[in-house]
Protein backbone atom coordinates (compact mmCIF):
# COMPACT_ATOMS: atom_id res chain seq x y z
CA UNK A 1 0.00 0.00 0.00
CA UNK A 2 1.19 3.60 -1.12
CA UNK A 3 0.98 6.54 0.87
CA UNK A 4 -2.82 7.60 -0.67
CA UNK A 5 -4.02 4.04 0.08
CA UNK A 6 -2.98 4.77 3.80
CA UNK A 7 -4.38 8.42 3.75
CA UNK A 8 -7.59 7.20 2.83
CA UNK A 9 -8.07 4.08 5.15
CA UNK A 10 -6.82 6.26 7.88
CA UNK A 11 -9.13 9.34 7.13
CA UNK A 12 -12.11 6.69 6.53
CA UNK A 13 -11.84 5.39 10.01
CA UNK A 14 -11.37 8.68 11.15
CA UNK A 15 -14.35 9.81 9.84
CA UNK A 16 -16.60 7.18 10.41
CA UNK A 17 -16.01 7.16 13.89
CA UNK A 18 -16.15 11.24 14.51
CA UNK A 19 -19.62 10.96 12.21
CA UNK A 20 -21.02 8.32 14.77
CA UNK A 21 -20.10 10.03 17.65
CA UNK A 22 -21.61 12.97 16.81
CA UNK A 23 -24.79 11.70 15.50
CA UNK A 24 -25.32 10.16 18.58
CA UNK A 25 -24.62 12.92 20.58
CA UNK A 26 -27.88 14.03 22.56
CA UNK A 27 -29.45 11.20 24.53
CA UNK A 28 -30.98 11.45 28.04
CA UNK A 29 -33.59 8.63 27.73
CA UNK A 30 -33.50 4.99 27.46
CA UNK A 31 -36.04 5.23 24.03
CA UNK A 32 -32.66 7.76 22.47
CA UNK A 33 -29.88 4.81 23.35
CA UNK A 34 -32.31 2.07 21.65
CA UNK A 35 -34.67 3.18 19.38
CA UNK A 36 -32.90 6.46 18.95
CA UNK A 37 -36.00 8.26 20.40
CA UNK A 38 -38.14 6.92 17.94
CA UNK A 39 -37.39 10.17 15.37
CA UNK A 40 -35.63 8.38 12.27
CA UNK A 41 -37.15 8.81 8.90
CA UNK A 42 -38.20 5.89 6.55
CA UNK A 43 -34.95 6.28 3.85
CA UNK A 44 -32.62 6.06 6.82
CA UNK A 45 -34.00 3.23 8.52
CA UNK A 46 -34.69 1.35 5.37
CA UNK A 47 -30.78 1.70 4.74
CA UNK A 48 -29.72 0.74 8.12
CA UNK A 49 -31.56 -2.15 7.55
CA UNK A 50 -30.17 -3.26 4.09
CA UNK A 51 -26.63 -2.35 5.56
CA UNK A 52 -26.76 -4.64 8.11
CA UNK A 53 -27.49 -7.73 5.38
CA UNK A 54 -23.98 -6.79 3.73
CA UNK A 55 -20.44 -7.56 5.23
CA UNK A 56 -17.51 -8.53 3.61
CA UNK A 57 -18.77 -11.61 3.31
CA UNK A 58 -21.22 -10.66 0.84
CA UNK A 59 -18.37 -9.18 -1.38
CA UNK A 60 -15.97 -12.17 -0.89
CA UNK A 61 -18.36 -15.10 -0.87
CA UNK A 62 -20.96 -14.20 -3.15
CA UNK A 63 -18.94 -13.11 -5.42
CA UNK A 64 -16.41 -16.02 -5.99
CA UNK A 65 -19.80 -18.15 -5.67
CA UNK A 66 -21.21 -16.05 -8.30
CA UNK A 67 -18.70 -16.47 -10.70
CA UNK A 68 -17.88 -20.87 -10.42
CA UNK A 69 -21.62 -21.40 -9.80
CA UNK A 70 -23.75 -18.63 -11.58
CA UNK A 71 -26.33 -16.05 -9.62
CA UNK A 72 -28.72 -19.09 -8.99
CA UNK A 73 -28.85 -18.28 -5.43
CA UNK A 74 -30.23 -14.78 -5.88
CA UNK A 75 -33.97 -17.07 -6.13
CA UNK A 76 -33.96 -16.49 -2.27
CA UNK A 77 -34.04 -12.90 -2.22
CA UNK A 78 -37.34 -13.52 -4.55
CA UNK A 79 -39.46 -14.02 -1.18
CA UNK A 80 -38.17 -10.85 0.90
CA UNK A 81 -41.20 -8.71 -1.06
CA UNK A 82 -43.71 -10.94 -0.31
CA UNK A 83 -41.95 -11.50 3.48
CA UNK A 84 -41.99 -7.47 3.91
CA UNK A 85 -45.46 -6.90 2.83
CA UNK A 86 -46.66 -9.58 5.44
CA UNK A 87 -44.88 -8.53 8.33
CA UNK A 88 -45.85 -4.93 7.39
CA UNK A 89 -49.40 -5.95 8.22
CA UNK A 90 -48.46 -8.28 10.82
CA UNK A 91 -45.58 -8.14 13.39
CA UNK A 92 -44.80 -4.00 12.95
CA UNK A 93 -48.05 -2.93 13.83
CA UNK A 94 -48.30 -5.56 16.59
CA UNK A 95 -44.56 -3.93 17.84
CA UNK A 96 -45.17 -1.03 17.65
CA UNK A 97 -48.48 -0.85 19.55
CA UNK A 98 -46.72 -2.55 22.19
CA UNK A 99 -43.95 0.52 22.86
CA UNK A 100 -41.27 -2.38 23.42
CA UNK A 101 -38.12 -1.56 22.87
CA UNK A 102 -36.70 -5.27 21.96
CA UNK A 103 -38.71 -8.09 20.32
CA UNK A 104 -38.18 -10.03 23.51
CA UNK A 105 -39.24 -7.59 26.14
CA UNK A 106 -42.89 -8.36 24.83
CA UNK A 107 -42.11 -12.58 25.51
CA UNK A 108 -41.61 -11.88 29.13
CA UNK A 109 -45.08 -9.48 28.89
CA UNK A 110 -46.80 -12.14 27.69
CA UNK A 111 -45.05 -14.89 29.42
CA UNK A 112 -42.29 -14.39 32.37
CA UNK A 113 -38.80 -13.42 32.89
CA UNK A 114 -37.30 -16.57 32.25
CA UNK A 115 -38.85 -17.05 28.50
CA UNK A 116 -37.55 -13.62 27.53
CA UNK A 117 -34.10 -14.39 29.21
CA UNK A 118 -33.45 -17.44 27.31
CA UNK A 119 -34.73 -15.78 23.87
CA UNK A 120 -32.43 -13.54 24.65
CA UNK A 121 -29.86 -15.66 25.36
CA UNK A 122 -30.45 -17.69 22.27
CA UNK A 123 -29.78 -14.45 20.03
CA UNK A 124 -26.91 -13.14 21.82
CA UNK A 125 -25.59 -16.47 21.63
CA UNK A 126 -26.39 -16.99 18.01
CA UNK A 127 -25.21 -13.00 16.65
CA UNK A 128 -22.15 -13.80 18.46
CA UNK A 129 -21.12 -16.90 16.25
CA UNK A 130 -22.32 -14.60 13.44
CA UNK A 131 -20.48 -11.67 14.46
CA UNK A 132 -16.78 -13.92 14.57
CA UNK A 133 -17.11 -15.10 11.05
CA UNK A 134 -18.09 -11.50 9.90
CA UNK A 135 -15.28 -9.64 11.58
CA UNK A 136 -12.90 -13.06 10.59
CA UNK A 137 -13.75 -13.12 7.12
CA UNK A 138 -12.02 -9.39 6.28
CA UNK A 139 -9.48 -9.41 8.66
CA UNK A 140 -7.67 -12.57 5.82
CA UNK A 141 -7.87 -10.10 3.19
CA UNK A 142 -6.87 -7.30 5.42
CA UNK A 143 -4.41 -8.88 7.37
CA UNK A 144 -2.64 -9.46 3.25
CA UNK A 145 -3.13 -6.01 2.33
CA UNK A 146 -1.75 -4.67 5.51
CA UNK A 147 0.48 -6.86 6.55
CA UNK A 148 -0.44 -6.68 10.07
CA UNK A 149 -2.37 -9.99 12.09
CA UNK A 150 -5.48 -10.86 11.41
CA UNK A 151 -5.90 -10.05 15.75
CA UNK A 152 -5.05 -6.35 14.81
CA UNK A 153 -7.55 -5.93 12.50
CA UNK A 154 -10.34 -7.53 14.01
CA UNK A 155 -9.27 -5.30 16.87
CA UNK A 156 -9.36 -2.02 14.70
CA UNK A 157 -12.75 -2.83 12.75
CA UNK A 158 -14.47 -3.91 16.27
CA UNK A 159 -13.02 -1.51 18.45
CA UNK A 160 -13.88 1.59 16.38
CA UNK A 161 -17.42 0.09 15.91
CA UNK A 162 -17.89 0.01 20.02
CA UNK A 163 -16.66 3.19 20.33
CA UNK A 164 -19.66 5.16 18.59
CA UNK A 165 -21.90 2.40 19.58
CA UNK A 166 -21.12 2.88 23.31
CA UNK A 167 -21.80 6.35 23.03
CA UNK A 168 -24.40 7.11 20.46
CA UNK A 169 -26.39 3.87 20.76
CA UNK A 170 -28.78 3.15 17.53
CA UNK A 171 -28.77 6.52 16.32
CA UNK A 172 -25.10 6.40 15.59
CA UNK A 173 -25.76 2.82 14.26
CA UNK A 174 -28.42 4.17 11.67
CA UNK A 175 -26.63 7.27 10.72
CA UNK A 176 -23.30 5.25 10.25
CA UNK A 177 -25.11 2.81 8.47
CA UNK A 178 -26.37 5.45 6.03
CA UNK A 179 -22.85 6.81 5.43
CA UNK A 180 -21.63 3.59 4.86
CA UNK A 181 -24.30 2.66 2.27
CA UNK A 182 -23.47 5.48 0.07
CA UNK A 183 -19.82 4.55 0.11
CA UNK A 184 -21.09 1.23 -1.02
CA UNK A 185 -23.27 2.44 -3.54
CA UNK A 186 -20.48 4.63 -5.01
CA UNK A 187 -17.92 2.19 -5.20
CA UNK A 188 -20.66 -0.30 -6.79
CA UNK A 189 -21.31 1.84 -9.93
CA UNK A 190 -17.23 2.98 -10.03
CA UNK A 191 -16.10 -0.40 -9.91
CA UNK A 192 -18.89 -1.48 -12.04
CA UNK A 193 -18.07 1.53 -15.09
CA UNK A 194 -14.12 0.83 -14.58
CA UNK A 195 -14.69 -2.92 -15.64
CA UNK A 196 -16.63 -1.96 -18.85
CA UNK A 197 -13.89 0.82 -19.54
CA UNK A 198 -11.66 -2.12 -19.13
CA UNK A 199 -13.51 -4.85 -21.64
CA UNK A 200 -10.85 -5.49 -24.63
CA UNK A 201 -10.93 -4.59 -28.07
CA UNK A 202 -14.00 -4.79 -30.39
CA UNK A 203 -16.07 -5.73 -27.09
CA UNK A 204 -19.06 -3.99 -25.60
CA UNK A 205 -21.35 -4.57 -22.42
CA UNK A 206 -23.59 -6.41 -24.83
CA UNK A 207 -21.04 -9.26 -25.92
CA UNK A 208 -19.73 -9.26 -22.29
CA UNK A 209 -23.73 -10.07 -20.94
CA UNK A 210 -23.97 -12.53 -23.84
CA UNK A 211 -20.56 -14.29 -23.38
CA UNK A 212 -21.67 -14.21 -19.63
CA UNK A 213 -25.20 -16.13 -20.23
CA UNK A 214 -23.49 -18.53 -22.68
CA UNK A 215 -21.29 -19.66 -19.94
CA UNK A 216 -24.16 -19.65 -17.46
CA UNK A 217 -22.97 -17.15 -15.30
CA UNK A 218 -26.41 -15.15 -15.57
CA UNK A 219 -28.75 -18.10 -15.12
CA UNK A 220 -30.86 -17.21 -12.10
CA UNK A 221 -34.29 -18.80 -12.50
CA UNK A 222 -34.77 -22.17 -12.42
CA UNK A 223 -38.51 -23.33 -12.63
CA UNK A 224 -37.99 -26.95 -12.01
CA UNK A 225 -40.05 -28.26 -9.17
CA UNK A 226 -37.28 -30.94 -8.27
CA UNK A 227 -36.38 -31.58 -4.24
CA UNK A 228 -32.91 -32.01 -5.17
CA UNK A 229 -32.18 -29.24 -6.86
CA UNK A 230 -30.42 -26.58 -4.62
CA UNK A 231 -31.71 -23.10 -5.64
CA UNK A 232 -35.20 -23.69 -8.12
CA UNK A 233 -37.96 -20.68 -8.15
CA UNK A 234 -40.31 -22.51 -5.55
CA UNK A 235 -37.73 -23.06 -3.22
CA UNK A 236 -36.58 -19.13 -3.29
CA UNK A 237 -40.14 -17.99 -2.96
CA UNK A 238 -41.41 -20.58 -0.59
CA UNK A 239 -37.93 -21.05 1.67
CA UNK A 240 -36.89 -17.27 1.21
CA UNK A 241 -40.12 -16.16 1.95
CA UNK A 242 -39.99 -18.08 5.70
CA UNK A 243 -36.30 -17.04 5.93
CA UNK A 244 -37.07 -13.57 5.75
CA UNK A 245 -40.28 -13.88 7.67
CA UNK A 246 -38.11 -14.89 10.73
CA UNK A 247 -34.84 -12.76 10.12
CA UNK A 248 -36.79 -9.15 9.91
CA UNK A 249 -39.54 -10.39 12.29
CA UNK A 250 -38.06 -11.72 15.05
CA UNK A 251 -34.56 -10.74 15.28
CA UNK A 252 -33.59 -8.02 17.35
CA UNK A 253 -30.76 -6.44 14.64
CA UNK A 254 -33.52 -5.70 12.30
CA UNK A 255 -36.53 -5.31 14.67
CA UNK A 256 -34.38 -2.52 16.76
CA UNK A 257 -33.96 -0.71 13.49
CA UNK A 258 -37.70 -0.42 12.20
CA UNK A 259 -39.25 0.00 15.74
CA UNK A 260 -36.74 3.44 15.23
CA UNK A 261 -39.33 5.04 13.07
CA UNK A 262 -41.11 8.27 13.94
CA UNK A 263 -44.50 6.79 13.02
CA UNK A 264 -46.19 3.18 12.10
CA UNK A 265 -45.98 4.45 8.57
CA UNK A 266 -42.44 5.58 8.51
CA UNK A 267 -41.25 1.86 10.02
CA UNK A 268 -43.50 0.25 6.99
CA UNK A 269 -41.98 2.09 4.64
CA UNK A 270 -38.30 1.42 5.45
CA UNK A 271 -39.21 -2.34 4.74
CA UNK A 272 -40.44 -1.85 1.91
CA UNK A 273 -38.55 0.49 0.58
CA UNK A 274 -35.35 -2.32 1.35
CA UNK A 275 -37.48 -5.04 -0.14
CA UNK A 276 -38.03 -3.41 -3.53
CA UNK A 277 -34.42 -2.09 -3.83
CA UNK A 278 -33.25 -5.54 -3.52
CA UNK A 279 -35.30 -6.97 -5.65
CA UNK A 280 -36.28 -4.17 -8.57
CA UNK A 281 -39.64 -4.27 -9.60
CA UNK A 282 -41.85 -1.59 -10.45
CA UNK A 283 -46.01 -1.40 -8.98
CA UNK A 284 -47.85 0.67 -10.55
CA UNK A 285 -51.32 1.53 -8.80
CA UNK A 286 -54.46 3.03 -9.97
CA UNK A 287 -56.03 5.63 -7.97
CA UNK A 288 -59.68 6.22 -7.96
CA UNK A 289 -60.79 9.74 -8.55
CA UNK A 290 -61.61 11.81 -6.04
CA UNK A 291 -60.50 9.72 -3.33
CA UNK A 292 -56.82 10.71 -1.20
CA UNK A 293 -53.46 8.93 -2.85
CA UNK A 294 -52.63 5.60 -0.09
CA UNK A 295 -49.49 3.45 -0.12
CA UNK A 296 -49.89 -0.21 -0.30
CA UNK A 297 -50.26 -0.94 2.83
CA UNK A 298 -52.32 2.37 4.20
CA UNK A 299 -55.74 2.90 4.71
CA UNK A 300 -57.64 6.57 4.18
CA UNK A 301 -59.17 7.86 7.15
CA UNK A 302 -61.50 10.51 7.44
CA UNK A 303 -61.91 13.20 10.04
CA UNK A 304 -65.00 12.81 12.20
CA UNK A 305 -67.83 14.46 10.41
CA UNK A 306 -67.37 11.52 8.33
CA UNK A 307 -66.47 10.99 5.03
CA UNK A 308 -66.78 13.32 2.15
CA UNK A 309 -69.86 13.77 -0.48
CA UNK A 310 -69.12 11.97 -3.46
CA UNK A 311 -68.91 14.07 -6.56
CA UNK A 312 -71.90 11.69 -8.09
CA UNK A 313 -74.12 12.88 -5.79
CA UNK A 314 -74.67 9.89 -3.39
CA UNK A 315 -75.52 11.06 0.27
CA UNK A 316 -73.50 10.07 3.44
CA UNK A 317 -73.19 7.11 4.76
CA UNK A 318 -73.66 5.44 1.35
CA UNK A 319 -70.98 3.97 -0.76
CA UNK A 320 -70.04 6.21 -3.79
CA UNK A 321 -69.50 5.07 -7.02
CA UNK A 322 -66.04 4.26 -8.07
CA UNK A 323 -64.51 4.18 -4.35
CA UNK A 324 -61.71 2.33 -2.74
CA UNK A 325 -63.31 -1.31 -1.60
CA UNK A 326 -61.35 -1.53 1.28
CA UNK A 327 -61.98 1.88 3.20
CA UNK A 328 -63.46 1.85 5.98
CA UNK A 329 -67.10 2.19 6.73
CA UNK A 330 -68.47 5.26 7.35
CA UNK A 331 -70.56 5.80 11.06
CA UNK A 332 -72.53 8.65 11.98
CA UNK A 333 -70.44 9.94 14.87
CA UNK A 334 -71.60 10.69 18.27
CA UNK A 335 -72.84 14.18 19.22
CA UNK A 336 -74.73 16.59 17.20
CA UNK A 337 -76.45 15.73 13.86
CA UNK A 338 -76.18 19.66 12.24
CA UNK A 339 -72.87 19.83 13.29
CA UNK A 340 -71.46 16.58 12.19
CA UNK A 341 -73.35 17.57 8.94
CA UNK A 342 -71.46 21.08 8.74
CA UNK A 343 -68.66 19.65 9.12
CA UNK A 344 -69.08 16.90 6.78
CA UNK A 345 -69.93 18.99 3.99
CA UNK A 346 -66.69 21.61 4.83
CA UNK A 347 -64.63 18.57 4.62
CA UNK A 348 -66.42 17.91 1.43
CA UNK A 349 -65.95 21.76 -0.37
CA UNK A 350 -62.08 21.28 0.77
CA UNK A 351 -61.30 17.22 -0.21
CA UNK A 352 -63.66 16.59 -2.73
CA UNK A 353 -61.09 17.91 -6.17
CA UNK A 354 -62.43 19.66 -9.34
CA UNK A 355 -61.60 18.45 -12.70
CA UNK A 356 -59.25 20.63 -13.29
CA UNK A 357 -57.12 20.61 -9.94
CA UNK A 358 -57.73 16.86 -9.17
CA UNK A 359 -53.86 16.23 -9.60
CA UNK A 360 -53.13 18.93 -7.35
CA UNK A 361 -55.53 19.65 -4.83
CA UNK A 362 -56.11 15.90 -3.57
CA UNK A 363 -55.11 15.18 0.07
CA UNK A 364 -52.57 12.36 1.26
CA UNK A 365 -53.49 9.60 3.24
CA UNK A 366 -52.78 10.20 6.81
CA UNK A 367 -50.48 7.98 9.37
CA UNK A 368 -51.99 4.29 9.32
CA UNK A 369 -50.90 3.64 12.90
CA UNK A 370 -54.32 5.01 14.35
CA UNK A 371 -56.21 3.65 11.19
CA UNK A 372 -55.43 0.13 11.39
Given at each position: MGRLDWAVLAGYLVAIVSFGLWAGRGNRRLDDFFLAGRRMRWWAVGLSVMATQISAITFVGTTGQAYTDGMRFLVFYFGLPFAMVTLCMTVVPFFYRARVITAYEYLEKRFDSRTRTLT????????????????????????????????????????????????GGNKSV?????????????????????????????????????????????????????????????????????LMLSYFGCDQSQVQRYLSGSSLTQSRLSLLFNAFLKVPMQLRRR??????????????????????????????????????????????????????RRRSTAVAATTTPTTSSRRTSSPTCPAASSAW
Open positions: SLLFLMSRGLSMGVTLYAPSLVLSVILGWSEAGTILLMAGGTIVYVGYIWTDVAQMAVIWFGIFLCLGIAISKLPDGMGLRDALALAQTSGRLRIINPSPSLREPYTLWGGLIGGFFRRPGWPRCGPITRPRWPRGGRPRSRSGEGRGTRPSGTWPRARAWTRPAGGRSRS
